[in-house]
């Protein structure tokens, strides 16, 4: 079952969205493999410390963070990824690693990579590390409000 908060934020805003489960995974690409996802449409977020705030990030699987792209496109100071125990006590119903990208519910800054929108869809954790969210990229949008950024490289394997 998604996290409740989440499940409640997206039932209150009339969001169609499935919920499914895979068998248990960590990574994002071992998650999009398991759930049958290309890896471009599932969502991973990654929390960063931005001028000392804790901000969200939200890029596809196979993607990495270029801290140095997204300090120059934010105009910040200092970008630097956070330490689980900085943020673990955000997401209470929440494994770690497998939070929701909605920042929003999480009184988080949420800025998602530009390619994500490529896609109609986007799949995401669901609070585990076992279940997964898919939803229209729009509505995504419509409800978190993120700042679509170009901060991401592909992963080389």
Do not use: W
């Amino acid at each position: 079952m998604p996290a409740q908060k989440l499940r409640e934020f997206l039932d209150a805003s009339g969001v169609r969205y499935t919920a499914f489960g895979h068998r248990p995974a960590v990574t994002a690409q071992e998650i999009a493999a398991a759930a049958h996802v290309p890896g471009r449409e599932m969502a991973k977020t990654v929390i960063v410390r931005i001028d000392d705030e804790l901000a969200m990030l939200v890029l596809p699987a196979p993607a990495m963070v270029d801290f140095g792209a997204l300090q120059a496109a934010i105009d910040a100071e200092t970008v630097e990824l956070a330490d689980e125990r900085e943020f673990r006590n955000r997401f209470p119903e929440c494994e770690v690693g497998a939070m929701p990208p909605f920042g929003n519910l999480f009184g988080m800054r949420t800025l998602v990579a530009e390619s994500l929108a490529d896609d109609d869809e986007i799949v995401f954790n669901a609070g585990s590390h076992a279940e997964l969210i898919r939803m229209a990229f729009r509505e995504y949008e419509r409800l978190v409000r993120p700042e679509r950024v170009d901060f991401v490289v592909l992963a080389t394997p």
